[in-house]
Each structure stands twice: as C-alpha cells, then as structure tokens.
RNA sequence: GCGGGUGUGGUGAAAUUGGUAUACACGCCAGAUUUAGGAUCUGGUGCCGCAAGGCGUGAAGGUUCGAGUCCUUUCACCCGCACCA
C-alpha cells in the first residue's frame, strides 16, 4: 500500500466510470436533493484553477448527501451556443459545431480528472437539436401567453382572443407594450394581420420596433447586460442606440413577482440587492400636463408629486415621439441641432462626461395644479426609456433640473423649506412645503400623498409604479443560436412552428458571418423559404438555453416534453445552486422568469427554482508586464513603461524571441525557483515591482536543484529586453504583478491538471478549500500546498506502517481517542452544511494531528474517518476504504452518526477572569453548579491572591463558559 | 452618487454567534535525522518589557460583569449599478 496518488487517482476514476458509481435513478423512494453548477460556456482556454473552486465544493456537498442515503441529482452539461463560438469560427474557418464538441471532449475530462461526481449520462448540451427543440418550444409557449394582471399569471393567447371578440379591451388589465383601445366591433371587422398586431401589443414573446443596443462590429443587437460601458462585453466593440425590428420577452409583467420572490430564496444579501436593483421599482406618481395647442397631454412620472407647484419647465428625451411635433418653426434649427450633437454621441461619451445640454422646443405645458406656463425643453440627460420619456423639471429641488435652469436662465421657485433638517441634501425626501397654495405646511411624505390624491381626483393623473427593467430583447442576427420557431404567412403574420415540426434546425451554413444587422440565416434561402411561408431568421440569444437547463437535467432524453411532470414533480427545483457571481443577476434572473412562467402554466411545481444560491469567489492571478524603461517627458516628469504580456503580442515595441504567453510568472514561482539574491522588491514610481539580476540568473543556470527552465529560458533572451543596469554596474530587468481576472488574453491561466500531477487529485481538491471561505475573493497561490499535503501523508500514516503495510488494529478505541473521532463527524457535518469546507479541512488535521500524537491505529476509529473523509479525497478514502474490507465504494457507504455521549465532558476548563481581563483556567466537574463553581474558586490560592486587598462586587459564573470577578 | 461586501499576526485565515482572540496551515527560528533535500520528525513563533506586568481584531466613541462579534460616527479597499425623474 503505497502512497502514491497518481497511480490511485488513476485506478479509481477508472473505477467510477466502469461501475457508473454515480448514476442517479430518478427514485422516488429517496428523499431528493439537487446540487447544480452553473454549466460553462466551453471556451478553447479549457478549465482554469479558479474554475474547480465551486465544483469541488458543490462536489462535496453531493457526495456528503449522497452518504446520508438522499439521492442526489448533480449533473453537468454545456452552455455551447453563442457568440464566442462563432467569432472563433469566423476567426479560423472552424465550423462552431466542431470547436465546440472538441472544447466540451476537453471539459468533460479535465472534470473528469478533477473526480466531480457528475451523472454524465444526463449532460445536456444547448446547442444538440434535441436539446434546443424544447428550448424552442418554450420560448414558442411564451409567445403564445400573454400576461392578466388581474389575475397575476400568464394565460394562453386564446383566451385574449375571446375577450377581443366579447368585449374588445374594456376590462383588460394585461401586461402591454402601448395604452391600446379596441372595442369588438372593431376587432371583428380586422383582417387576420391587424389581429395579429393588437395581439403582439400583448404577447409575452413580441415582435417590435424599439431602441435597441446595435453591436456594428459583432453585426447584431445585444442586451443590456451584455453591454458594459457603451461597450460589447464580448470583444470589447462600440455599442449604439438603434431603433430596429426585434423580438423581446415581456419580463416587465413579472416584475413584481420577480421581486417578492427573492423574500423566499436564500441568496445572498449581495446578490438579493443587486437584483432588486436590476428590477429598480420605484413608486411616485403619474401626472398629464396640457400641451398649449394641442389636444393630447403631455405624460410624466415622478417621485415628487410634492414638488409639482415648482416646476418651472418640463424636458422630454431627445427620442420622444412628440420632438417634432413640438417644435415650433422658430427653434427648428437649434431642435435639429441639438439632435444631430446628441447622434454624434455614443454612449461612452454620454456615460464619461455629463454636461449640461439640451434645447427649446418652442412649445408649452400648463401645469394642473396652478396653470402655470411652462417651456419645454429636450435633454439627454431625461432617458427614453425610464418613465415616460418626459419629466416635469423641479430646480429647487433636483440636482439635474437645478444645473439645467442655472444653465438655460429659468425660474427656480423654492417649495421645500428645509431649514429644520439640517445637512439634508437635495435627495432627501423631508423638508416643510412653502409656496404650494394646498400643500404649505405639509411635510414632504404627508405632501407626496396629497399631491397624488388631487391629481387623481382631478383627473390628471394617479400613483403609479416604474420599473427600470426593460422587456428583454431577444433577436440576434447571429448563426450560432437556436432560430425562432417562427413562419410568417403571405400576409405577414408569425405563425408558431408545431410542436410536431420541432426542432427547428440550424441550416448547414459555409459561411455564417453577420452582416450589418441582417441575419446570416436570411441566405439559407433553401431552409427561410417554406410551404407554409418565410422562416423568421432571427436566432435567440445564449440566455434562451441556459434559463431551463436545470429542469433538463431531470429528465434529459425525454423526446415527449421537456421533462415528464411526474419527474420534476419528484426532483422539484435546485436545493443547491453554485456559480460564479459574474452571472448573479442576469442568468439567474432570466431563468427565475422562466421558471415562473412554467409555473403559471402548470408545468413546474415551484414558484423559484433556486432554493440556494452560492457564489464562489474569483481567484485571481497575476497579470505580468515587463518593466521596459524610463521615459522622460518634456517636463521632465518619469513614465515608466511596462509591456504587460497580453500586449507584448500586439505591441508596437517589439519584443524578439518572446514567445507568446510565455511570461506567466507568479509569485510563488518567483518565491520558489529565483533564490533571493535574484529577486528584489523595488518600486518604479509607486508600482511595486520585482528586479531580477542577469549575472544572478547565470548563476542560477549552474543551479542544478533549480526547476525554473522556462523562467531562464524566457529571461535568458536577454537583447529583447534592453537590460537596465543599476548603480553598480548590474544588469536587471524589471517586472510588475497586477492581480487580476484569469484570462487567455492576459496569459495567467493556472491550468489545475500540472498541479493534479505533482500533488494528486485529492490534495489539490482540499488545497483549493483550504484556501479560505468559498464565497471569498482571493488571489491563487501555490503556498501553502505542501501543508495539505504532508497532512495527507499523515494521514495515510495512520493506516500504514514504515514498510508500507496496513497496520490497523482492531484494539477498541480510548474514551479520548472516540471523543476525537466524534468532535471530528460532529464539525465536519455541521460545516459542510454551513459550506465551511475549510474549516472542515482543518478539523480533519487537528483530529489526525491528536490520533496520531496517541499512536491511533484502530479500526474504530480510523474506519469511520475514511468514510468521513471520501468527499474531500475521494481517491484515498476509496483506497483505504477497500483496503480495511470495505465493500463496494466509500462514495455509496453511509455517513458516520455523532454519538453525543462521547462528546459529553466529565470536566470543564473554566477561564478565571477578574474584571473581564482572564488571569488563569481552574476545572470544574461539568454539573458543578454556580455555588459551587463560586465558592470554590473563591477559595482557591491562586484565586484569592488576585483578590487581596479588593472588594468583590459581582460574581458571574456562566456554566460551561467562564467565571467574572467584579473587582473594586 | 446609490446598493452590497471586506478590514484580525510576516502570509492564507479561525473564533461554538456576546464568554480564554489568533485554531488549522504557510513562512520563519532552533534542534534531530540525512551524502543531499522543494524529504521527515521535535520544539518555538502577536507586540512591548529583564521581569512582574501591560498592550493588542482599520480609527474614535458607546452599551455590557465581559465586545473581533451589538449600537453610533469615521477611514480605507473591493464588487455591482449609475443623468432612473
């Protein structure tokens, strides 16, 4: 019995794949319990070390489950469609198909050689037919609902037929895109394409014209968390604002529902607020305003309805649909003006400087309350897209309205007196009414209020909720995504596929590249033309097969239904959701949605399907650059300038005989292989850097004991770096490290497979949780590894003698030594539950630390540590467990008992504590009671010499915990 | 600006939720063993002090017999959102 894990990592894996030790039966006779990981998108790169962090830890909890006799679903697939995919095909001619099939091979092993305890007979992949026909189906289902607000769920489209036919729209309370009126006169007499259109006014999955964010460089529009900064966030390519016809899904009717589900789910606060953000509800009022010359109002929202006998103007969007109208022949050209500014704007530049602008339209509002006159204006700072589009502009009262009238010369008119709130600002919601007629004398709240009940009672408006979420859009006229089920009749109506007919598959295409704003797919003009009328070629966007993924699982080669009621009946929704936080709030959002769609319609028995959510801290990794020199600038001020090895690929300063990504230094490589006469810590104008000496790398080439090849490899190119020299004549060159995100493009990918290699699977599992709290950011070190792994040794040293033989004896166990072992089940249970996995990590050392200070070697004791320990090192336990005669795999034997009456203490150490501050521990009998435990520490020597010459004024004896004098 | 989070030894981090601050590990120091060590084992290691003792959880207050933990104020850093009416 050798201690060697590579060839015991080997031997089992094999095991568990030919036993498929950890299929799950869908049996219903065990209680269930799901643990999902967030399914990867599988780039080229492959895994990285920060990747396994939550899959190791989601690996444990299942096989900890799995121990405790639940049958556990832990399944694992792939997110294969989308835009990286297609862009690395367009880039190397590789159909997206067969990268992604190669890349996902990659993945599957690499988790593989990580002893995941994944069912990988259930993975699903979104971009298999068979998969994305339900995909199709779903998205097919939601455009075939549309959304009662009365009775708060989506209801088929049929339905909304019949009122129409019955009733027109009088008593229609439905999710909308626009205020609509038709009565059933006048829907009988529509043709089937006016039909269609009223009905697209309501459908959950709608067809419109809306601004869109337009990706020119990527040929396609992109929703909004996939924009960062006026930026792609794939590629990094300008984003512009465009009206364009385009698909979206109505997630605004769900608000609200999206929101008060987060009371029931266990999330994170974080995560919870980041949410509740996204959604951005916000209650104020509606309010018309009569245009002067024209018959319909003008609308606005706002928080302050307090404020409204302030307001000294009104600004509508730039895009509002009424600008030309409004506009008076006079001000045409400053209106022209301004809008041509506001085109030349990205959204970059909006978002970098916020100036005051904004221009007249020449036209007038009245104000409701006191008729006053008042100009309207059109800015870029009042949105499209929130509200209304339009404000009623309050200076004294908005930090945003106050810049605009400084600016433009208009009336500022105070109505809060905020004199008895000192340091209030502008934002706080307090403050007295003045100069408003009804509401003088109000505070601000009890003002809103009124405010908002006059309006209503006149009619010119009433409260109102706003939501900042928009519908999500969810066209791309991308190739690699699953197209729309959609035919369009000759007159133009989108009719949805049969489910008979699904999936609706990708053409085989050449040449898929996008092309402004037209789909790829409008070429396959054998597959877009069909009997039954022109295919939509637009296709969904990657969120479309991710939002459901996790019922799939359930029931994966289902060809019937996306999965059988009876199945997701049993398995319910995820008891354990991990990922990465980077995707907490749209992924999980979008599929929530789903979810709650599904539900409306009977197909999932849950109202969230996430129970619990974890986010696993990023590990970051250095990000290296080389420290190329000093430049003078003409003031005479010092620039360094580094190359950061991502650059170096693309930069103008060419660096010879530096191959690519070959400068992948981290610190403990440094620390490791470059002795300290090589590496000194300097900084270069406040950069902290390292210097590494040339005659001490010679030096170290002579170093046989030295494993730092490629380090003097790179760095022996010695010409390419313009060496500096210091002032004694010494070569260097100088490096900086930046932690940062672990990328391809920054050549810091840690790869876990070297570091399985050397240390075996287990001990990089339990390094990986060792490292700190799951949910915590933290940068990757390799420091520290050895410590796992000389208590792995140890711990198989317990087990085995000198000779390499096992040595367990069946001697029964000491009192202490069963104490030990049942602390040990005690901790680890609890923390696995509370995801402490490193905290279990070191109460296995500590257990194996006292058991092998008392020469433990027996059975009882040590049997019951293996079964214990399977879920953290599950190619060790798998081997002792068969070497002490265990039958089958530890993974399916049960999860030891704490049996409390070995935890149960004869004796309790109690800390002595005088003042608070604790002079010295005394023992007590554990049922000692207070008088006792008093009494006797009274009388103790040690004791009463703290108190001589003090008068005792308390006693506190808190049993079990600790004895207080309170001393004077 | 708004929202969320984090500040504890030289380092990664513990702390039964108000009860002996620094468990466990890295690193470092000393010793043993060894031809050698990126091996193994033993001991030591918060700071000041010769000691008695004192001081210590970003800072300042407060509540309490007792505060890393609760409250108030404040500083620093990280993440998310941001002209949201």
């Known amino acids: 019995m050798k201690f060697d894990v590579k060839t015991i990592d080997q031997k089992w894996q094999q095991y568990w794949k030919d036993h498929k030790t950890y299929r799950t039966t869908n049996d219903t006779t065990k209680p269930k319990y799901y643990v999902l990981d967030m399914f990867p998108y599988p780039s080229g790169a492959g895994l990285h070390v920060g990747h396994p962090l939550g899959y190791i830890a989601s690996d444990i909890v299942t096989r900890v489950k799995r121990q405790q006799g639940y049958n556990v679903l832990h399944p694992m697939g792939f997110d294969a469609f989308g835009l990286p995919a297609e862009q690395y095909a367009i880039d190397t001619g590789v159909h997206p198909s067969v990268s992604t099939e190669k890349n996902c091979r990659r993945y599957k092993e690499q988790m593989e050689a990580l002893a995941l305890s994944f069912d990988w007979d259930r993975a699903v992949n979104t971009s298999d037919p068979k998969y994305y026909k339900w995909t199709q189906w779903i998205i097919g289902q939601v455009f075939e609902h549309w959304y009662d607000n009365q009775a708060g769920k989506a209801r088929p489209i049929q339905e909304l037929r019949d009122h129409l036919a019955q009733r027109g729209t009088e008593g229609l309370d439905a999710a909308q895109s626009a205020p609509l009126e038709v009565t059933a006169a006048a829907w009988a007499g529509m043709t089937a394409k006016e039909q269609s259109e009223v009905l697209m006014n309501y459908r959950l999955a709608f067809r419109s014209v809306s601004y869109v964010n337009w990706c020119e460089a990527l040929g396609t529009v992109l929703a909004n968390d996939e924009v960062k900064d006026g930026r792609s966030e794939r590629g990094n390519h300008p984003v512009v604002q465009k009206p364009m016809l385009q698909w979206s899904l109505r997630i605004t009717a769900y608000a609200e529902r999206l929101l008060a589900g987060l009371d029931t789910v266990d999330y994170s606060d974080g995560l919870k607020a980041q949410q509740r953000n996204w959604i951005g509800r916000s209650t104020g009022a509606q309010a018309f305003f009569d245009i002067e010359g024209r018959e319909e109002p003008l609308e606005v929202f706002t928080t302050r309805p307090d404020t409204i006998f302030g307001v000294t ?18 001000q045409e050209k400053e209106i022209q003006d301004y809008l041509a500014y506001v085109g030349s704007r990205s959204e970059i530049d909006r978002q970098q400087e916020t100036k005051v602008t904004g221009a007249f339209t020449g036209a007038y509002c009245i104000n409701p309350l006191n008729g006053a006159r008042v100009p309207i204006y059109i800015a870029e700072y009042v949105l499209k897209d929130y509200g209304t589009g339009a404000i009623m502009a309050v200076p004294s009262d908005d930090e945003r309205d106050k810049r605009f009238a400084e600016k433009f010369g208009i009336e500022i008119i105070d109505v809060i007196d905020k004199s008895d709130y000192p340091g209030a600002t502008l934002k706080d919601k307090v403050g007295k009414l003045i100069n408003s007629d009804f509401l003088n004398g109000m505070e601000v709240p009890e003002a809103i209020v009124a405010a908002t009940e006059k309006l209503t009672a006149m009619g010119r408006g009433e409260q109102q909720v706003n939501y900042r979420i928009r519908d999500l859009v969810f066209s791309r006229q991308r190739y690699w995504g699953e197209p729309w089920p959609i035919i369009y009749s000759e007159d133009g109506v989108p009719q949805l596929v049969d489910t008979d007919s699904l999936p609706v598959t990708l053409p085989p295409m050449e040449d898929f590249r996008a092309v402004s704003g037209i789909s790829p797919l409008e070429r396959a003009t054998d597959w877009n033309q069909t009997p039954q009328g022109r295919r939509e070629t637009d296709t969904m966007p990657a969120t479309a097969g991710s939002n459901w993924y996790y019922l799939r699982y359930m029931d994966p080669t289902n060809d019937e239904e996306f999965v059988a009621k009876d199945v997701v009946d049993y398995w319910q929704d995820v008891d354990l959701y991990v990922g990465g936080a980077e995707h907490a709030v749209s992924h999980i959002l979008y599929s929530r949605l789903i979810h709650k769609f599904l539900f409306d319609l009977g197909k999932v028995p849950t109202r969230e399907p996430y129970k619990k959510l974890l986010n696993q801290g990023m590990i970051g990794a250095p990000i290296t650059s080389i420290h190329l020199g000093i430049m003078l600038s003409d003031d005479g001020q010092r620039h360094p300038i580094w190359v950061s090895s991502s650059l170096a690929e693309n930069s103008p300063l060419e660096i010879e005989g530096l191959g690519k990504g070959h400068l992948v230094l981290d610190e403990s490589t440094l620390e490791r292989n470059v002795p300290l006469r090589m590496v000194e810590e300097t900084s270069v104008n406040n950069e902290p850097s390292y210097r590494i000496y040339k005659d ?125 072992l049942h602390t040990l089940i005690k901790k680890v249970t609890e923390d696995v539950d509370k995801l402490s996995f490193n905290t279990c990590i070191s109460a296995f050392m500590v257990a194996t630390n006292e058991l092998i200070k008392g020469k433990c070697h027996k059975r009882d004791v040590l049997e019951p540590m293996v079964r214990l320990i399977a879920p953290f090192a599950p190619h060790l336990a798998e081997e002792l467990f068969a070497a002490l005669g265990g039958e089958g795999s530890v993974h399916l034997s049960p999860w030891p008992e704490v049996e409390e ?46 108190l001589e010459g003090k008068t005792i004024r308390k006693v506190i004896v808190v049993p079990k915990r600790m004895v207080n004098f309170v001393v004077g």
Not at 313 to 330: N, R
Not at 735 to 752: D, E, F, T
Request: hydrophobic fraction near 40%.
């Open 696 to 820: 001490a790398i010679n030096a170290a080439q002579q170093d046989q004991a030295m494993d730092a090849a490629y380090l003097r490899t790179v760095l022996q190119q010695g010409s390419a770096f313009a060496w500096e020299t210091d002032k004694d004549g010494r070569q260097f060159i100088e490096l900086s490290y930046q932690m940062g995100k672990m990328s391809k493009r920054y050549h810091n990918v840690i790869n876990p497979d070297d570091i399985s290699e050397r240390y075996g699977t287990d001990c990089f599992r339990m390094y990986e949780m060792f490292l700190g709290p799951i949910d915590q950011a933290k940068p990757w070190s390799v420091s520290g590894i050895d410590g796992v792994y000389r208590f792995l040794r140890r711990f198989w040293g317990m087990f085995t003698n000198e000779q390499d033989e096992l040595q367990v004896t069946a001697a029964a166990a000491t009192k202490e030594e069963m104490k030990t």
């Open 901 to 946: 009456k070995w935890l149960v203490e004869d004796s309790f150490t109690y800390p002595i504590a005088f003042n608070g501050k604790t002079r010295l521990t005394l023992d007590f009998p554990a049922g000692a009671s207070k008088e006792e435990i008093e009494a006797e520490a009274k009388d103790h020597p040690e004791v009463a010499k703290h």
């Open 313 to 330: 103007f009104m600004v509508i969007a730039p895009e509002h649909e009424l600008v030309s109208e409004l506009t008076t022949p006079a």
